[in-house]
Nanobody, 126 residues
């Protein structure tokens, strides 16, 4: 069973921080670029960030640049998304996804990704 499982979501006040984790089971992430996506109610799924299989290259949506940081620990088969200075506009279900290959496109298109987690809710509210 090939799975991606997100965790770390929750309720946080504006300006706060959360660290999301994406853990793989049933396969190794060593050969996959990983993306983070989010979907707010009534909106289409949008790309947030992605990281190459080796961790050497990253891409971010303009809306999160300077606030979010993507990283990975292949030894732990886990990818992280550190979210700082959170805003109410960041409220969404966050998904991680994997695509076979070394690099990920800065376009951050969901169509490029083959495996998806179930998502974790992030709510930014006072």
């Amino acid at each position: 069973q090939l799975q991606l499982v997100e965790s770390g979501g929750g309720l946080v006040q504006p300006g706060g921080s959360l660290r999301l984790s994406c853990a793989a089971s049933g396969f190794t992430l060593d050969y996959y670029a990983i993306g983070w996506f989010r979907q707010a109610p009534g909106k289409e799924r949008e790309g947030v960030s992605c990281i190459s299989s080796h961790g050497g290259s990253t891409n971010y949506a303009d809306s999160v640049k300077g606030r979010f940081t993507i990283s990975r620990d292949n030894a732990k088969n886990t990818v992280y998304l550190q979210m700082n200075s959170l805003k109410p506009e960041d409220t969404a279900v966050y998904y991680c996804a994997a695509t076979a290959g070394t690099y990920c496109s800065g376009y951050l298109s969901p169509v490029e990704y083959d495996y998806w987690g179930q998502g974790t809710q992030v709510t930014v509210s006072s």
